[in-house]
Each structure stands twice: as structure tokens, then as C-alpha cells.
């Protein structure tokens, strides 16, 4: 069964930084790429950054572009998102997803983690 | 970027009616890149659709979807208690992921 699993998330200033981190099990981490998605409170769906499965490719949302930044270790099956300048806006569930299959980027979400809550507020 | 939107933002039907989802496109969309999330309060968005009519698995067969160009659909052919919740368009092109806004299936 596939499994990914985020932690990291809590509540920090704006300015500051945070590191998600998300553990993938349940099948081959390394053969897909891997993405970060966003839910605002009370509202809809936001994609934020994506991987691919040797990280050559990373590609970012402007929202994000220049502040947070993402990798991965396919030795520990593991993704992280540093995100810096730390926004109130950038509030909200990350979600840790993996990619369909398909290229760098098989363009759709075919699993996803449970969410871990960030809140920026001073 | 593409902007998708969705209609109707709200849905009213009964147990047993045809739902229809809409989802436009700001430009054309690769139609092996439109995919559907369902997504209940909390819960994690679930695959449905991939690659505008696929379904993912485990999906049962009354969740169908269609489309080209800029107009895409989700369509839930008897809904089942199960069903009500909120549904995604997703599309994906030059380098950049966006979805739609969503649709609300409620009773």
C-alpha cells in the first residue's frame, strides 16, 4: 500500500523559515516524480512545487518562486520543502503527493499524504 | 497559466440523479493532461480521472469523464451517498499545474 506521511508543519512568524519533510513507502520512490500541494483554510487547491525523480527537473509556482525551495533524498525515500520569507498568505495544508507515471512529470496526483498544517502569524 | 473554471459552484441533486461538472479552460489543454480529485472534509483530494477519461483505480465506473480543447466534464452517472463532496478540475502544462476552483455536490 502506498503511503506518504508529512511532518514539519506548525505555526512561525512571518520572515521566518520551515522545513516539511514527507517519508514515501509502498512502492518505487525513486521512479516518480514528487510534488507539494496546498489547501488554503475553507478553500480550494493549490500547487506549489514538483520534483522529478532524479531531481533534475524542480519547478515552482510564482507564488513560491525564489522562497521555497524542494529536494530530495530517493536513499531514504524522503522529499522536503524549505520554505523561507515566510508569508501570513502561505498559511495552509501541505500536502506531500506522488506523481503519475509518465516522463519527468506524469502531469496528474495519484496519491496523497494526510496534510501537514502550516500557519504564519505573528 | 492556465486558469481553469468550474460550474456550477454548487450542485443540489438527490441519491440516484446525473451530475454534470464543468470545466473550462483559459487555453487549450493536452487532453492526456486534465485529471479530476474528489475531496471530502478531512480527507486527502482522491484520484478519479487522468488523462481526461481514464479512471484511476478503484474508481468505481459511474465516474466518467470527457472533453477536449477548453471544455472538459465530470460526470457521476447515479450519485450514491458517498458521492457528495467537492470536485477538482486539475490541468498540466509548460511547467506549471493549476486547478480549478471546485464544484460542490451536496444534497
Known amino acids: 500500500e502506498v503511503q506518504l506521511v508529512e511532518s514539519g508543519g506548525r505555526m512561525e512568524q512571518p520572515g521566518r523559515s520551515l522545513r516539511l519533510s514527507c517519508v514515501g513507502s509502498?512502492?518505487?520512490?525513486?521512479?516518480?516524480?514528487m510534488h507539494w500541494v496546498r489547501q488554503f483554510p475553507g478553500k480550494g487547491l493549490e500547487w506549489v512545487a514538483g520534483?522529478?525523480?532524479?531531481?533534475?527537473?524542480?519547478e515552482y509556482a510564482e507564488s513560491v518562486k525564489g522562497r521555497f525551495t524542494i529536494s530530495r533524498d530517493n536513499d531514504k525515500n524522503s522529499m522536503s520543502l524549505q520554505m523561507d520569507r515566510l508569508r501570513p498568505e502561505d498559511s495552509a495544508l501541505y500536502y506531500c503527493?506522488?506523481?503519475?507515471?509518465?516522463?519527468?512529470?506524469?502531469?496528474?496526483?495519484?496519491?496523497w499524504g494526510q496534510g501537514t498544517l502550516v500557519t504564519v502569524s505573528s | 497559466e492556465v486558469v481553469l473554471t468550474q460550474s456550477p459552484g454548487t450542485l443540489s441533486l438527490s441519491l440516484g440523479e446525473r451530475a454534470t461538472l464543468s470545466c473550462r479552460a483559459s487555453?487549450?489543454?493536452?487532453?492526456?493532461?486534465l485529471a479530476w480529485y474528489q475531496k471530502k472534509p478531512g480527507q486527502a483530494p482522491r484520484l478519479l480521472i487522468y488523462?481526461?477519461?481514464y479512471r484511476a483505480s478503484a474508481i468505481p465506473d459511474r465516474f466518467s469523464g470527457s472533453g477536449s480543447g477548453t471544455e472538459f466534464t465530470l460526470t457521476i452517472s447515479r450519485l450514491e451517498p458517498e458521492d457528495f463532496a467537492v470536485y477538482y478540475c486539475?490541468?498540466?502544462?509548460?511547467?506549471?499545474?493549476?486547478f480549478g476552483q471546485g464544484t460542490k455536490v451536496e444534497i
Open positions: 503527493v506522488k506523481d503519475g507515471p509518465g516522463g519527468w512529470f506524469g502531469g496528474y496526483f495519484d496519491r
Open positions: 509502498g512502492y518505487s520512490f525513486d521512479d516518480f516524480a
Open positions: 520534483i522529478s525523480w532524479n531531481s533534475d527537473k524542480r
Open positions: 487555453q487549450n489543454v493536452d487532453t492526456g493532461y
Open positions: 488523462g481526461t477519461s
Open positions: 486539475q490541468q498540466y502544462g509548460r511547467s506549471l499545474w493549476t
